[in-house]
């Protein structure tokens, strides 16, 4: 290693001249992963979330870089002082490296190209509410506007889609599957054709978020097949919970779109292993406890996971057959490349490429047993709010240590998690 990134890639044993060595005896190394989905909530709901908390576990959880989304802060990341605002709550607070989103909301239009310049990754905007009032969606005909300027300024737009005319009504119920009913697989479906179509017709490039419904898979290969610049990813949720296993009640489960079934998680994998789905991010949305208290109706929508991801996705990759490298393919490499941060090994500038062990990247490394179990114990957990449907899980692989460009990250050490921009 050379000034945080990596100088060198030898045999093992070969003798080096280093000031330390670090032996992992039968410890698998890794790139660090790379989220490009996690609601940090900071500033205004630092109760919900908070850089020193979320990006303590994510360290944890062998995460390096995170991408913070624009809203549940406040004010939501909508404007260039918004922007600067939360760039003022993250510096030096961050134990990995942190990035940031921008937002798409109705009355932003002309904010978008200033947010660009000063260097959010992307925009992200929804088709349905989103669950907080500062953080309208845009309405079907606002969002060709959107696209055509994001065409013009070569950036892209990251979207929930749902179309809220499918989103049925849900009153004082208990029951995950009237929940699960209240969100077909149709709302998704045909929200990601929308999009897909206005793209096309704007050549912008899109990425939908947290996709659940696997019948929607189908339509993104379409649309990719006659050229329209569209991605997807899912999150760790949809691939390895399962709906028949919800129990009433239970709204630590709820999040939107919902878990959906058995059937739905083994075609999303499938999706994965062809490329359809570039990758696996959290969509980490944590919220203090009483907010996930009541019915299915009334409970705050997100699962808190950026410190589990990669021992719940490998435990489950593992049972089908996946390997080691195709996890950190989905989970390091995919979204680096989505945001940008994959680059040329050698690249310059204050940071070098991330989700790859390459000469030149950074030294952004994990030790994991792949072969070590352990049981979740919520309180443990390094996010502010002990709340997790995995609460209890035994999961297989475990993560042993990090390192942000080549130093110890995480609770304990120093935050040295640097503020990112896109190249």
């Known amino acids: 290693m050379r000034d945080g990134r990596i100088a060198a890639i030898e045999p093992y044993g070969a003798v ?14 890794l790139p660090g992963l790379v989220d490009t989905h996690v609601h940090v909530n900071e500033p205004g709901r630092t109760d919900w ?24 802060s406040i004010p939501p990341t909508v404007t260039v002082d918004a922007l600067r605002a939360k760039q003022a709550a993250a510096r030096g607070q961050c134990h990995v490296d942190v990035g940031f989103w921008g937002g798409a909301i109705p009355g932003n239009l002309a904010d978008l190209a200033a947010l660009h310049e000063a260097g959010v990754f992307g925009f992200k905007c929804f088709t349905s509410p989103s669950g907080v009032d500062e953080f309208p969606h845009l309405d079907w005909p606002l969002l060709p506007p959107v696209l055509d300027t994001l065409a013009r300024l070569g950036a892209m737009l990251i979207v929930h889609a749902e179309d809220p005319a499918g989103i049925g009504p ?9 929940f699960l009913a209240s969100r077909p697989p149709v709302v998704e479906d045909s929200a990601v054709r929308r999009l897909a179509s206005a793209a096309a017709t704007a050549g912008c490039r899109v990425h939908v978020v947290h996709l659940s419904s696997a019948s929607a898979v189908p339509i993104v290969a379409a649309a990719r097949s006659a050229g329209t610049r569209i991605t997807a990813e899912t999150c760790p949720h949809y691939l390895t919970l399962a709906a028949e296993d ?23 994998w499938a999706a994965l292993a062809d490329g359809t789905l ?12 009483a907010l996930k208290e009541g019915d299915f109706g009334q409970a705050w929508g997100g699962i808190a996971s950026v410190q589990l991801g990669l021992p719940v996705v490998w435990t489950e990759a593992r049972r089908r057959g996946h ?33 790859r062990i390459a000469v030149g990247a950074d030294a952004d490394l994990v030790a994991f047993d792949p072969d070590a179990s352990f049981t979740v114990d919520a309180s443990l957990l390094r ?12 999961l297989t692989g475990v993560v042993h240590h990090t390192w942000l460009r080549g130093r110890t990250c995480g609770a304990g050490a120093d935050p040295a998690g640097r503020l990112l921009r896109r190249r």
């Open 16 to 29: 080096l001249s280093s000031a330390e060595d670090v032996d992992l005896g039968p410890l698998s190394l």
């Open 49 to 72: 979330e908070g850089f020193v908390t979320a990006t303590a576990a994510a360290a944890a959880g062998g995460v390096t870089t995170l991408i913070d989304m624009p809203l549940n």
């Open 170 to 178: 849900l009153d004082g119920t208990d029951r995950f599957a009237d």
């Open 246 to 268: 919800v129990p009433d009640g239970a709204t630590r489960f709820k999040c939107c779109p919902p878990i959906r079934g058995r059937d739905n998680a083994d075609a999303l």
């Open 278 to 289: 570039m990758g696996v991010v959290s969509d980490h949305s944590p919220c203090p406890a």
């Open 323 to 355: 390997t080691l490298a195709d996890v950190v393919h989905w989970m390091s490499a995919g979204p680096a490349a989505l945001v940008g941060l994959g680059g040329a090994a050698g690249s310059s500038g204050p940071s070098g490429p991330k989700g």
């Open 383 to 394: 996010h502010r709010h002990p709340v997790t449907p995995y609460d209890g899980a035994h």
